[in-house]
């Protein structure tokens, strides 16, 4: 029964029958897939990675699809793709599968990766539609490390067929933005119209734009629950008036009408705009930065601005203002890379009907954070066992940095400080070695060693055990 609720439900997205096939086989049979021995030996090796150290870090893109709003005949193959990015410190395997906005999910694929740094996999996946449907895509990573993508959401509407149908309900909504509107009265939009068309089924509409009596703009657009149409009016004198959204088909009606009033002025005298108060805020976790600042105006205005870190710009908006006033605007945290980690400027830049200003800060350097990987056994020297003594050992640990810094650091071995502090310049991911003598009297060499950060952070590898013997004399 339940295999049989899946296939209706999966029917209705209008899939085609081997994608249905694929789909209710992938939801029904993976848990029991799961428990049999060829199943276990794909998740075995994913997991044995993970038990052995560090699981490596993993991330996903959202996945994209091929027609992401795809309006025409039907059938129609959509064609879906994702990359996922492992950091990969020797040998690994990577497996995945698709999950789908039914509930369903695909095959589990193994894909076997080695060598040193991050590694990107593009995974691909195609389904054909016949029918109309509307869902979405991601990619589940089940080893080395869990994680799930956001969802790639996508649609199929089919136009070879008759839109109408006497069932179907249609609804409205209008409003001016701003609906008052004080300022000079040349070219470029001064109100903007927003509506929303509801429906109680995914169909086509035909709509019209009435203003002030006038039919201005028409259109016919495919309304799944809602969706939202627009209009732009620039008036060239003062007025007051409406505008209505008209639904002409496949039901008939239209929405309230959005009143908006204009008041054209002068020139003169004109309006000045300014940027003041700009403040500057460095995020050390993560290495980011964001800023608040104010923009002024003498009068009603329609103000554009744009933040720029560093000469280069990294956010635009605009601010409306309806008279004399201020606003606060603010940029979002931005990552910063390279030279900027080490300190920079931010600009707030404003565009006004008569002038232009802008205002520069500095925001402070990234303050550097160092971590240590735990610490791995690389290599043996057996050519010390032909002096009475255990092998020698070779070891080696990861070093990260959050911005460059200069890191002071020691070898503990059986908990004793081997050797002097050490001092490297990491900026990202550096690779450190160390090495031991085998010890006398002994056929193997045992015991644990440890990497300690003394600067700019206190941090530790932790302690790793090793034990290595000599080979037997042949």
């Not at 428990?35 to 997991?47: E, V």
């Not at 203002?321 to 605007?329: D, I, L, P, R």
């Not at 059986?414 to 010890?439: M, Y």
Request: aromatic share 6%; hydrophobic share 35%; proline share 4%.
């Amino acid at each position: 029964m339940k295999s049989v609720g899946l296939a209706r439900r999966a029917a209705a997205f209008g899939a085609s029958s081997a994608v249905l096939a694929a789909m209710v086989t992938g939801l029904v049979s993976g848990p029991a897939q799961a428990a049999t021995p060829a199943a276990a030996g794909k998740a075995a090796p994913a997991a044995a990675a993970g038990q052995a150290g560090h699981k490596p870090k993993v991330s996903i893109t959202a996945p994209k699809a091929s027609t992401g709003d795809y309006q025409g005949t039907c059938p129609v193959k959509v064609n879906f793709s994702s990359t996922i990015k492992v950091a990969v410190k020797g040998k690994t395997e990577l497996a995945y599968r698709w999950v789908h906005g039914d509930g369903s999910k695909g095959k589990v694929k193994v894909v076997k990766l080695k060598g040193h740094g991050n590694k990107y996999v593009k995974v691909k996946e195609s389904l054909t539609f016949n029918g109309d449907v509307k869902g979405w895509e991601a990619v589940q990573v089940l080893g080395p490390r869990k994680a799930v993508s956001k969802k790639g959401y996508f649609s199929v509407s089919c136009a070879n067929g008759d839109h109408g149908d006497d069932n179907v309900r249609v609804w409205a909504r209008a409003w001016a933005d701003p609906d008052s509107y004080v300022g000079p009265c040349t070219p470029g939009d001064k109100i903007d119209f927003g509506g929303v068309i509801k429906v109680n089924r995914p169909t086509w509409v035909k709509y019209r734009w009435v203003l002030n009596g006038d039919v201005v703009d028409s259109g016919t657009i495919k309304v799944w629950d809602s969706r939202r149409v627009d209009l732009g009016y620039s008036p060239r004198h003062s007025q007051r008036g409406w505008a209505q959204l008209v639904i002409v088909g496949p039901d008939e009606g239209a929405s309230n009408r959005a009143d908006y009033k204009v008041w054209c002025k002068d020139e003169s005298p004109s309006v000045k705009v300014s940027a003041t108060n700009l403040v500057t805020g460095t995020n050390h976790d993560g290495c980011k930065v964001g800023a608040n600042a104010n923009i002024n105006s003498t009068g009603a205005a329609r103000v554009k601005y744009v933040w720029s870190v560093n000469g280069t710009p990294v956010a635009k908006d605009e601010a409306v203002f309806a008279g004399a006033g201020t606003k606060n605007v603010v940029l979002a945290d931005q990552v910063l890379a390279g030279d900027a980690k080490n300190g920079g400027k931010i600009t707030l830049s404003v565009f006004g009907p008569d002038n232009n200003d802008s205002i520069t800060q500095t925001y402070a350097a990234c303050e550097a954070k160092a971590s240590v990987s735990a610490v791995r056994v690389v290599g043996q020297r057996n050519d010390m066992c032909k002096d009475s003594r255990g092998p020698g050992v070779d070891f080696s640990a990861t070093l990260h940095t959050t911005a460059s810094a200069t890191v002071k650091y020691h070898w503990m071995v059986n908990g004793k400080q081997d050797g002097p502090q050490l001092e490297r310049k990491v900026d990202g991911d550096l690779d450190v070695t160390w090495g031991i003598g085998g010890t006398h009297g002994a056929s193997e060499t045992s015991g644990s060693i440890e990497l300690v950060i003394d600067s700019p952070n206190s941090a530790s590898s932790g302690a790793t055990a090793f034990v290595k013997t000599c080979p037997p004399v042949a």
